[in-house]
């Protein structure tokens, strides 16, 4: 009894239990996708980068709105002025000449510093592997060729060292 014109699956049973089945399938695989130690870290990092976005040019643009020679005048810029700086870029064209801007582009650099380190801590625990995932050798590593016989020769030389040295206390 299918229509050939829709190839849309026909529901057997209830289909609220089988989209909840599909959406639980879907979190465990999203789940399976996410970062080792991540716990939902990105997604809280990528919010303060947000708030400090928007904070900061809304700020920067208050204080710039009260001079005449401030060359961040509207919001676009203020937005553009954060997001160079927070990236720690800092092209130039725009920047505050306020006293109160300047403060406020203080706490961006600060803030842009920390999320640049805070980036590269992600890249280094995508790239390195974590010390429980480590393998551990079943058995020791196999010595290098010949290095038996030479450590034979050691323990002869020693051997015939310390019998010289007895000759000589002896004498």
Known sequence: MSNTNYPLPIWVGDPLNEN???????RSEVDGLKLRGSS?????????????????????LFFESQSEDANIVNGGDALWWAFVTITTVGYGDRYPVTPGGRVTAVFVMFSGVGIIGALASILASILLPQ?????????????????????????????????????????
Do not use: C, T
Not at 20 to 26: G, H, K, L, T
């Open 40 to 60: 939902g870290q990105g997604e809280q990092r990528l919010l303060v980068v947000g708030v400090v976005l928007m904070v900061s040019s809304i700020l920067v």
């Open 131 to 171: 010390p429980n995932e480590m393998e551990e050798p079943d058995e020791p590593p196999a010595p290098p060729p010949g290095i038996e016989q030479e450590l034979a020769a050691v323990k002869q030389e020693l051997s015939a060292l310390r019998g010289l040295l007895e000759k000589q206390k002896g004498a």
């Open 20 to 26: 909840e089945a599909r959406i639980e399938q879907f």
